[in-house]
């Protein structure tokens, strides 16, 4: 029988899209929640961190618009900053969560001009407190949803990010 994991970790970690063409706007939705809240402790620069995004036409920039829900809004910065080649989004923690409550959030990229093989994205936490990374799971409950799961983990001890990079998958 499989054990589930213990400790601080991603309690929810899923991924959405809303298109599937090539070279168009695709708007991502992020549901996560962690099993300790989040301290939002700005003098560690605590960051919430996708990876495994490669293959967008996006541009990297430090103003990435987020579009968070409500309680999300409380708990992340409302930008970001995307480094294309790396396939790296990461958010500023700017207050406390609260340990079981999901916050989504939504941003867009531009899909690849072509389509590409699956591969695996992953959410990850720098800057706070050590919790266990996360595989990104489909969520199904769009008819468009997006094939990217797990691919980078962070160090939690140096708020360093260890990074697999992958393509999404752009066939379904």
Do not use: N, R
């Given at each position: 029988a499989l054990q589930e994991a213990t400790g601080p970790r991603f309690h929810v970690a899923k991924i959405r899209s809303s298109s599937s063409y090539p070279g168009t706007t695709n708007e991502l939705t992020v549901t996560w929640s962690t099993t300790v809240p989040l301290q939002g402790n700005t003098q560690t620069r605590e960051r919430l961190i996708l990876s495994g995004l490669t293959g967008s036409l996006t541009p990297d920039?430090?103003?990435?618009?987020?579009?968070?829900?409500?309680?999300?809004?409380?708990v992340l910065a409302t930008t970001g900053t995307w480094r294309a080649a790396s396939g790296i989004l990461e958010l500023h923690v700017v207050a406390p969560s609260t340990a079981g409550a999901e916050y989504t959030f939504r941003f867009c990229l531009c899909n690849p001009a072509q389509t590409s093989a699956a591969s695996p994205a992953y959410l990850a936490l720098a800057g706070g407190a050590a919790v266990q990374g996360a595989r990104l799971a489909i969520d199904a409950s769009s008819a468009d949803s997006i094939a990217v799961q797990g691919a980078a983990e962070a160090v939690a001890a140096g708020a360093r990010i260890h990074e697999t990079h992958g393509q999404l998958d752009r066939s379904w």
């Open positions: 920039t430090d103003d990435l618009t987020i579009l968070p829900d409500p309680a999300c809004a409380l």
